[in-house]
C-alpha cells in the first residue's frame, strides 16, 4: 500500500487556493446535515513522525462549527489507559449523534512494538490485535459510525528534515524525542510495521486512505477531500439491508434450557452460616490479592424480576473493599448513552486493573428486553450475538475475569415474591407495572434466554445458572463461583 505510493506529490500555491475555499464552504455544510441525519463521524489521523497530523487537523477544524466537534490526542499513556482493556480509552471518544470526532493517532499505533510495550499490551492482547481492532470497527459501521481513517506519508527524507527543523528551533525542539530519530534510522523497518497494519485493518466498510503529505498543500486538499466526498456519499446512499449472522455451533458445553432446570436446589441454616462466612472472608482475601496484583474481574447478574440480584449482589461485597469494586445498576439508557454505540455506556464503566465491577444488568438488555418488547430491530438484536462476544473477548484479552450469572426463580415463586413486595409498605417500592407486564412475557424472555445462553456462552466468558428459589442457596453458589474463579486467575 504504501511501497507502490509516492509522497511528493505537490501542489502550487495558485492552485491550492483555488480548491480550499470550495473545500471548506462544502464541509461547514456537511457538517450540518451530519447533525440533522445523527451521523456520528470519527476521522483517524495516523501516520510518520512529523507528518503534519497537526497541521491538517488545524486546517480541517477552520471550517467547522467548534460546537460539535472534539479532538482528541490518543497518544499519551496514562495510567486510567494501562490498567483497561487497550480499546477502553477508544470507546470514551465515541461521538454522539451529530457530532464529529477528530483524532490524533489512534488505536492503530499500539501494535508497534515500543507502543505494545509502553501500554503493557497482555501476550492474549497482543495476539489478538486486529482481530479486536477489526471487530471494534466493524460494531461501529454496524451502528451508523462513519470511520474515516487517514495515513499521512512522508519520504524518508521529508522526515528527515522536518526533524531537524524542529530540532533547530527551541520552541519545538521538544517534540523531538529518541524515538522520533529511531523511527528514521529505520525507515524501511517501520515501513514495513505500517505496511501490516495498514493491510491488516483496510476492510471494506472501513478503507485506510493514504495521503501523500511532503507537500502540505497537496495534502490539505486531498484529505479534505477525501472526508468531504466520503460523508456525502454516506449521507446519500441508503445503508445496505442487513443479513443475520449465524453463530458457529460451540463445540463446548452449553447450559441446558431453562425450562430443563428445576431452580429447588435448597442449603440448611447452619450449613449457610457456616458457608457465607467462610466464602465472604475468601471474597475479601482474594478481592485485596486482585488489587496487589492489578487483576480485574466484571461479574454480571441477569436473572427473572425478584429472583434475588440485589440481596445477592449485598452479600458478595460486604466484606470486601469499597475502595477496590463498584455497582452498576442498569435501566433504560439516558439520551446522552442513547446517541452513543449500546456497548459505550458499559465499556465506559470497565474497571481498571485490580479493580472490580458488578453489573445489575447489562449489555444483554440488547437480545432481552429489547427483544422481547420489539424495541429493537430484529436484525440489530441478533447482529448483538457476535458484538457482545468480541466485546467480551476483548475484555478478557486484557486479563480481566468475566462471570455472567442467571439466576434463576420458577413462575410460582415469583408470583410469591410480587405478592410479598405488593403487601410490604417496606418493599413496595421493589414492584412496578414494568414486572407485571414482564411477568406476562414469561414465555417469550424464556425463548430470548435460552438463545442468548446458547450463542454467548463461551470458554472466556461463560453463563453460569444459578437457581435461587432459595436466596441462601443462591448467595453461596455465586460467592464460591466468584472465589473459585479469582483463585484460579490468581495461579
Known sequence: MLTDINPEQRM????????????????TYLQQKVREAGLRVIVVFEGWGASGKGTHISRLVNPLDPRYFDVRTTGKLTEDKQMRPFLWSFWTYLPSAGQIVIMDKSWHRLILPEMREAWGLSNMEAHGFYFDVNAFERQLADDNYLIIKLFLHISKDEQSRRFKALEKDTSTAWRLNEQNREQNKNYDHNLRLYEKMLKM??????????????????????????????????????????????VAEKKEKIPRTLNSISPDETIGQAEYREAIEHYQHRMRMLSNKMYAQRRSAAIVYEGWDAAGKGGNIKRLTSEMDPRCYAVVPVGPPRGYEFSRHYLWRFMVKMPKDGHTTIFDRSWYGRVLVERVDEITPVDIWQRAYREINEFEQHLVGHGMVMLKFWL????DEQLRRFESRQSDPLKHHKITEDDWRNREKWDLYESAVDEMLMRTHTPHSPWIIVESNSKKYARIKVLQTVTDALEDALR
Not at 203 to 224: F, Q
Not at 408 to 411: L, N, R, S, T
Open 12 to 27: 502550487e500555491k495558485k492552485e491550492y487556493k483555488e480548491e480550499l475555499r470550495p473545500l471548506e464552504d462544502k464541509l
Open 201 to 246: 485493518t483496510n476492510t471494506e466498510a472501513n478503507p485506510w486512505h493514504v495521503i501523500e503529505a511532503d507537500d502540505s498543500r497537496y495534502g490539505t486538499c486531498k484529505m479534505l477531500r477525501i472526508i468531504t466526498d466520503t460523508i456525502e456519499s454516506r449521507l446519500n446512499v441508503a445503508p445496505p439491508p442487513e443479513t443475520r449472522i449465524e
Open 408 to 411: 434463576h426463580i420458577d413462575k
